[in-house]
């Protein structure tokens, strides 16, 4: 089965093509490595919660929304290989392509597939 990394992230508003153009880059970069295929969700009905939820897990303020993101990698093995190439690719740097969202509130995780109908 496929391996899955997912992530959530609040992205201000106003960055919202800076995103697109960032995310299509790292799209490059991560299927050059391996991955199969990256997707970019840019929240529209993303309650907030009482205990839990989207927002308050990245702590979204008033001018950002919650983006939503996964990539498909065909093995936990391809994945960690990959994922060492892309997070050392010079094209990913944050001193040359910052990330235009902040990325200390970012919340991520890798999930074997159980499930693929």
């Not at 939820?53 to 919650?66: G, L």
């Not at 040359?96 to 200390?104: A, L, V």
Request: hydrophobic residues 45%.
């Amino acid at each position: 089965m496929n391996y899955v990394d997912g992530f959530v992230a609040a992205v201000p508003v106003a960055n919202r093509e800076a995103y697109v153009k960032h995310s299509r880059l790292a799209a490059a970069v991560f299927k050059e490595n391996g991955a199969l295929k990256l997707v970019e969700c840019w929240g529209d009905d993303v309650p907030e919660g009482e205990l839990t939820s989207f927002p308050m897990a990245v702590k979204r303020k008033d001018d950002e929304v919650v983006v939503f993101a996964w990539i498909v990698w065909p093995s936990r093995e391809t994945r960690d290989a990959g994922m060492k190439a892309v997070m050392a690719d010079p094209r990913l740097q944050p001193d040359t392509n910052p990330m235009p969202f902040d990325g200390r509130r970012m919340i991520y995780g890798g999930f074997q597939v159980i499930v693929d109908e």
